[in-house]
């Protein structure tokens, strides 16, 4: 069996994943207090914790399984970008993502879900609006 767990924050939610594989069915389980981690593994969360929580966008959030528990307004929508879809994923991958306006990259601004409901803005340009 093996034992994964992260310590993951958006900024105002913060939890522990607990992940145990090589287990039939793996079990995936999501615990926001320390005292909710069993005994035998609480050591590892400790750990975890001492390190500092995992800051989520919504993609890697996604990629962690907590994607729905730190962003249930964002709804994860199709990626807007036609021209590039069949290479592109089907979702938008939100601060993965070249197009949105804050990437850094020379094709930054370039999202069409910018201006929209679905525009990208990472947590600390949301912060300072």
Known sequence: MS???RY???GDITVFTLHYKGVD?????IV????DVPAGERH????AMNKGAVHCEPDLA????????????WGYPDCGRTDIK???PKRCIAESCRYHAYSGEKE???CPHIGTPREYIPFDKRRKA
Do not use: W
């Open 3 to 5: 034992f994964n767990v």
């Open 8 to 10: 993951l924050t958006n």
């Open 25 to 29: 069915p793996p079990v995936f389980k």
């Open 32 to 35: 926001d207090k320390l005292e």
């Open 44 to 47: 590892y969360a400790e750990s």
């Open 62 to 73: 996604h990629c962690f399984g907590v994607g729905m528990l730190f962003y249930p307004e």
């Open 86 to 88: 069949p290479k592109n």
């Open 108 to 110: 930054a601004g370039q």
